[in-house]
């Protein structure tokens, strides 16, 4: 009889949605980086994630890697113009011996944007520097509301407004937020200050509206830090 082959998780891809937007990568962009475990190359398309470290299974290298993917979606979200979200497009399996393949999985079709919709000149994806995050109910709760705000669905003080008083809600109030995220108290004091002017007798000046739009993505991403611990 037979010995069952001793096998190794050769890696793991995820398209990327920078494929299907109305800008894509430039023809032949290639990037290489390391995500934990893994060593990374990004294409057009896709991100192929190979482990440095042995991978008993697909479930393991996907909880491993996919706390560093779930956290660079979350900063890229917050602090830039094109946020970026992954979604797993199969495994490659090999025997550890001869090297062969002996499990192949493809569970997502990329469709390339048609060249005429534009091209993303860049030869680098920016990756959002910082430890890897658990992405709690709360924070995409309050993330999923920021992001109404910078998508034009919401107005600015309404969604600043519903995510300071979800925070006190959370963390039981102000000055346990304060504590609990390591923030200045008299900053959350000037943000609730800012967001009740929801009128036309008070408007923001631009300095104003600028310090909310900057403060915000670092208050959500100070939830995300803690809420790992």
């Known amino acids: 009889m037979s010995s069952t082959p001793t096998v190794r998780l050769d890696s793991v891809a995820y398209s990327h949605s920078i494929a299907i937007e109305t800008r894509r990568l430039v023809d032949g962009f ?6 934990g475990d893994f060593h990374c190359e990004v294409d057009q398309t896709k991100l192929v ?7 008993t299974s697909v479930e393991e290298a996907r909880l491993a890697l996919e706390t560093y993917l779930r956290g660079w979606e979350l900063r890229s979200e917050l602090f830039e113009n094109r946020p970026i979200k992954f979604k797993r497009a199969g495994h490659v399996v ?6 062969q393949v002996v499990g192949v999985e493809v569970t997502v079709e990329v469709e390339i944007a048609s060249q005429a919709t534009g091209v993303v000149t860049t030869r680098r994806l920016h990756l959002p520097e910082g430890p890897p995050l658990t992405i709690t109910e709360e924070v995409r709760r309050v993330a999923d509301r920021w992001r109404d705000v910078t998508t ?8 600043a407004y519903w995510v300071l008083t979800e925070l006190e809600r959370y963390y039981w109030g102000r000055s346990e937020i304060g504590k ?13 200050e800012l967001a009740n002017r929801n009128g036309p007798e008070r408007p923001l000046s631009q300095e104003e509206t ?12 100070q939830v995300a830090e803690v809420d790992l611990a």
Do not use: C, Y
Request: net charge positive.
């Open 49 to 55: 994630a190979m482990p440095v470290v042995d991978m």
């Open 30 to 35: 290639h990037q290489v980086m390391h995500l």
């Open 210 to 221: 600028t310090w909310i739009r900057e403060f915000m993505p670092r208050l959500i991403l």
């Open 94 to 99: 090999r025997d550890e011996v001869g090297g």
């Open 180 to 192: 609990r995220l390591a923030v200045s108290v008299k900053a959350l004091n000037r943000l609730g």
């Open 152 to 159: 034009g669905k919401e107005r600015l003080l309404v969604g």
